[in-house]
């Protein structure tokens, strides 16, 4: 979940509204679905549930949704002037990051404050939104320095210019090998042969996206009112979205806007005046506002809370709404989306909660039903109950414990301790006795869980286990095999034991186990190599079966 | 009398040395008589002590001098520092830094006896100088050698109270009661306590040797009738019971098996799938777009190459892929990307509980129904006091044509009511990508205040029509490890898997107030 901090005093002067305290503000933030992380003096943290609207993820969108839920929208970005220049695309940038969108904003000058949450907003939807700067990375400019129309090039990474923050000229290839930042983003443009570049007209370099600005134009400071911005990416949408959500953030600051027309090399798109406003719609009956939130609300009071989030436009026709989402969200792509939105606007606690009326009958599980009764059985012969996590190690498995058959082991684990997903429960209990040599005893325990086995085409299935052990002084074969008599008994099933090897156990007191004429598992005393391994220190015999062979 | 137990056999013991040896120290009984240890003479000791058959006569402590560490340091040397140092003046050495070349002690032991020396006055400092008006062999150290040192090699002991006060006060001053390594001296108390049978002692061992007493009971007593002569030996039956270890059921399985016994009997039917899943059914049928950052590489456990799990029928697939690429016929305008068929197919451990949802709806569900499962998922997380390697989920849905959001928000409701225990909650706006509108709950815990638990919402259009469900569907979900930490009363959530029996044997169970949403367990 993507967490924000904010300036109090900027959040309220933005929302135009006054500070109504943290248990108000809590309530407010359900607008955005947002709750307050941490908040003291002037500091905000706000954690924001919504992974799908990137819009929110500065002081300037949560300020939006509030301010717009009491005075109605803004209509962002609309009426926008002629564009304030041209950027043109070199077609040698298709397969490497095609895609820009830009603007200028004028009359805002930022304090270093407000410069620093602009620079933010910039990290953080180029981080999260924008992939780490592959599908969209920002640039700020000083407009005033820049001739149009700006190129946006493919050149050979001996290009060279001075980057932001150093004080020689560089090849593009040294900024990534030699620069902090070069390093974490030259993976995205080093397997390419052309490498991105933005310059203007009288061939003075911007920037180098999505690495790095250049030291002489690309760097803004507190007071430069006049500023272009630009965003360049991997993917048309994300692209044209960060664009529109940063033009918004400055027209919320007081910035006049004016778009960028960018002309694609005919193999291309042609020319597109950015940043694109998508004007997202999205329609719906009455009956199916209704239908899914269970209240009569009317068309118009639909409208009037769609307002209230900011919608760029409602219309009612007949018995139909349309509601178009402002130019800052994509979010919309189902009649369910907006609904949501009314009732956002409305607010939760206006429902009245409804108990299901139709009536359904509960079951458990057959094979639960199965599980119980035999843990009933088990701690009647004095057993304890363990649980252990489903997942496990190679080593304590295969190497350790000398399990036959291998688990199902984890492409990609986060540590070798958790690397396999378990096949059996035995070494779950052998880690147990390992770790439990302080607790009197005997010990008698037993664990009934889920395992995973594959076939031997690869398909993976889960089993129920049941695997018993008892572990002490006098410990030994007989004790297991009574417990899972009893167990068998309580059940009236057959068992009977055949003799065989398995490394885990001691040669000739290991057996399968056969419960109504089918091999289900396995018993036997554990081998003195393996206890010792596990650093066991008295005898132990154990066994375990597949809980489906208790069925019958 | 009769009120009182019988003599126990120890104390039966005990009682009988005194009558034939008359008054006796401790250490001679414990040495002479049949009582078994000293365990068994002090219990029983104790027990005729507090009824007044035996009293104690006399007590007295002696304390002995031993020598510690530092002492016998000395007496490795020859000397103790003091006397060494005196010795080492008065021969004419006169700075500290002269006499600390003498390796005999290190320089800590030389400068605590020179500070030891000049705070007794023996030792004076002019210009720089150490100065000793005196013989070494008159000061007291040198009594303390005569007198401590000397008997104590000859394996003599010596009686602290024995010894001359001006002595004694240098053996006391040290003899640390604490850091026993650094002390020169250790002072050794012995108490012994000299015992004598009274009167009603007396009466009391006379009367148990007239009268056959039984003790435990066997079968023969029974057999041959000999009980009908005999007195059975009176029991205290208040003393406190030795622990046993019964068989029982682990306290997470037992909270689990609460929270499955509520949900049935709140009409709930129980699913249950496989720990490994495709991610078809994990998140492609929940209509979570292939590049959610959910499903990157760092959330979820793959499974090895060459492991699968059964694909869907390849119309159902058709149709999911069809929502995702561009709404197919839901209604919806979809995620606007090629959908892989290969991604689907990854097998994975399954990262949450509403994948067994998705199968459910998948194969012809009840209607109106409802299904929960308790489910074991896997998230890609380090372990620590707050993560486990996997965890439980309980989580479920609810059909039916009537379904809305105030039905959503009465299941809430009454999860956390019956489930949770809470009577204080509150509902959020939440997101989920499989749901729209989505709900999320938050309870008030007594100590912790507002926390969430768990959420819910309505399947979204691009979930349920693919699968063939067309009426609204609820889903909902609760986290468990949380809950259960809060019932059982611990700290760190590894706890819950403890491998360690003694701890798992200390968890206290209380089934009936396991989810109040109060501290349940005894253990906080």
Not at chain 1, 499 to 519: K, L, P, Q, Y
Not at chain 2, 160 to 167: G, K, M, Q, V, Y
Request: charged residues 25%; aromatic residues 8%; glycine residues 8%.
């Amino acid at each position: 979940m993507p967490k924000i901090e904010v300036s109090r005093q900027d959040l309220f002067k933005l929302s135009r509204m006054k500070d109504p305290g943290d248990a108000e503000l809590a309530n407010l933030l359900t607008l955005v679905k947002g709750e307050i992380d941490y908040s003291l003096d002037d500091e905000l943290k706000i954690e924001l549930n919504d992974t799908n609207r990137p819009d929110l993820w500065c002081v300037e969108g949560v300020a939006r949704a509030l301010r717009c839920s009491e005075a109605g929208p803004f209509n962002h970005l609309a009426d926008l002037p002629e564009p304030a220049g041209e950027i043109h695309v070199d077609e040698k940038l298709e397969n490497v990051r095609p895609f820009v969108a830009a603007f200028t904003a004028c009359g805002f000058g930022p304090d270093q404050k407000q410069l620093n949450a602009l620079i933010n907003v910039q990290e953080k939807l180029a981080a999260s939104f924008g992939r780490n700067r592959k599908t969209a990375a920002i640039g700020f400019y000083r407009l005033d320095e820049i001739s149009f129309p700006v190129k946006y090039r493919a050149v050979t990474p001996e290009t060279s210019f001075i980057p932001l923050g150093e004080e020689r000229e560089m090849t593009l290839s040294e900024i990534l090998a030699d620069t902090e930042t070069g390093r974490m983003y030259a993976h995205l443009v080093e397997k390419a042969d052309l490498w991105p570049l933005l310059e203007d007209a009288s061939g003075s370099i911007l920037s180098f996206p999505p690495v790095i600005n250049s030291q002489t134009t690309g760097r803004v400071s507190p007071g430069d009112s006049r500023l272009f911005c630009e965003v360049t990416g991997t993917d048309w949408e994300t692209v044209q979205l960060t664009a529109a959500i940063l033009a918004c953030n400055l027209q919320d600051r007081g910035a006049s806007i004016a778009p960028v027309l960018v002309k694609y090399p005919a193999s291309m798109h042609s020319e597109v005046q950015t940043p694109v406003i998508f004007r997202d719609s999205m329609t719906a009956t009455t009956d199916e506002i209704r239908k899914v939130l269970g209240i009569d609300i009317s068309l118009d009071s639909a409208r009037e809370a769609l307002l209230r989030m900011d919608y760029a436009s409602v219309e009612i026709e007949g018995d139909t709404l349309t509601g178009i989402l402002p130019p800052y969200r994509r979010d919309g792509i189902h009649a369910v989306d907006m609904i949501e939105d009314i009732a956002i606007s409305i607010g939760l606690e206006s429902f009245e909660p409804l108990l299901p009326e139709q009536f359904t009958i509960g079951h458990s599980a057959p094979v639960e039903e199965l599980v119980d009764a035999v843990r009933t059985v088990l701690i009647g012969a004095g057993c304890e109950e363990i649980l252990r996590p489903a997942l496990s190690s190679w080593r304590k498995i295969k190497e350790i414990t000398r399990t036959p058959t291998d688990p199902v082991m984890i492409a990609n684990p986060m540590t070798e301790e958790y690397g396999v997903v378990r096949n059996t429960l035995l070494p779950g209990l052998l880690d147990v006795e390992s770790t439990s040599a302080h607790a009197s005893y005997p010990h008698r325990i037993f664990e009934s869980g889920e395992i995973l086995i594959s076939g031997d085409d690869g398909v993976c299935r889960t089993e129920i286990y049941l695997a018993g052990l008892v572990c002490g002084n006098k410990a030994d074969f007989g004790d297991v095999h009574s417990i899972l008599g009893s167990i068998c008994y309580s059940r009236d099933l057959d068992l009977s034991l055949r003799s065989v090897e398995d490394e885990r156990f001691i040669s000739g007191r290991c057996a399968t186990v056969i419960i109504n004429g089918r091999a289900s598992g396995v018993i036997g005393e554990f081998h003195p190599a393996v206890l010792t391994e596990w650093g066991i220190a008295r005898p132990a015999s154990g066994f375990e079966i597949n809980i489906d062979s208790l069925k019958e | 009398m009769t009120e009182e137990r019988d003599l126990h056999p120890l104390e039966k013991k005990l009682l009988t040395y005194l009558e034939n040896n008359g008054k006796s120290s401790d250490a001679d009984i414990i040495r002479e008589s049949d009582l078994p240890d000293e365990g068994s003479f002090r219990r029983a000791a104790q027990w005729l002590l507090s009824r007044e058959l035996i009293i104690e006569e006399s007590r007295e402590e002696k304390v002995f001098v031993e020598l510690g560490p530092l002492g016998t340091q000395n007496l490795e040397v020859g000397s103790s520092p003091e006397l060494a140092m005196l010795r080492a003046v008065a021969g004419g050495s006169n700075s500290l830094q002269e006499i600390q070349q003498d390796t005999s002690f290190d320089r800590g032991r030389w400068g605590s006896a020179f500070g030891a020396l000049i705070k007794g006055g023996l030792l004076k400092k002019a210009d720089g100088k150490i100065l000793f008006d005196g013989k070494p062999e008159e000061t007291v150290f040198q009594k303390v050698w005569d007198l401590v040192y000397l008997p104590l090699s000859d394996g003599a002991e010596i009686r602290f109270t024995d010894l001359p006060e001006n002595i004694a006060e240098i053996v006391e001053s040290r003899s640390p009661r604490r850091g026993k390594s650094r002390a020169e001296f250790i002072l050794n108390g012995i108490v012994t306590s000299i015992l004598d049978i009274t009167a009603e002692g007396r009466e009391a061992l006379k009367k148990s040797l007239e009268t056959v007493t039984i003790g435990v009971m066997t079968p023969e007593i029974l057999a041959e009738g000999s009980w009908k002569d005999a007195r059975f030996r009176r029991y205290q039956v208040d003393i406190p019971p030795s622990r046993i270890h019964t068989g029982r059921l682990h306290p997470y399985r037992q909270f689990l098996d609460t929270v499955r016994k509520r949900f049935i009997g709140l009409g709930f039917s129980e699913m249950r799938g496989s720990l490994a899943e495709n991610e078809f059914w994990n998140n492609d049928a929940l209509f979570m777009p292939q590049f959610h950052p959910a499903r990157d590489i760092h959330d979820v456990y793959y499974l090895e190459e060459g492991r699968s799990v059964p694909p869907p029928s390849d119309e159902l697939e058709k149709r999911v892929a069809a929502a995702h690429e561009n709404g197919g016929d839901t209604g919806s305008r979809g995620w606007g990307y090629r959908f892989s068929r290969r991604q689907s197919l990854q097998a994975i451990l399954r990262s949450q509980g509403t994948s067994l949802s998705a199968r459910t709806l998948g194969s012809n569900p009840d209607i109106p129904g409802k299904y929960f499962a308790i489910a074991r998922c896997f998230r890609y997380d380090q372990v620590d006091a707050t993560h486990l390697p996997d965890f439980f989920q309980v989580e479920g849905i609810v059909l039916g044509e009537k379904i809305n959001l105030r039905y959503l928000l009465g299941l809430l409701k009454l999860l956390a009511e019956e489930i949770a225990g809470a009577s204080d909650y509150k509902f959020l706006p939440a997101y989920f990508p499989f749901t729209e509108p989505s709900v999320e709950m938050h309870i008030k815990h007594p100590r912790l205040g507002w926390i969430e638990v768990g959420g819910a919402g309505l399947f979204r259009p691009e979930v349920c029509l693919p699968l063939g469900i067309d009426v609204p569907v609820i889903a909902w979900g609760l986290g468990l490890d949380r809950m259960a930490m809060l019932a059982l009363g611990l700290n760190d959530i590894r706890d819950l898997i403890t491998p360690d029996l003694s701890r798992l044997r200390n968890m206290k169970i209380q089934p009936d107030r396991l989810l109040t949403g109060r501290e349940g367990g005894a253990n906080a």
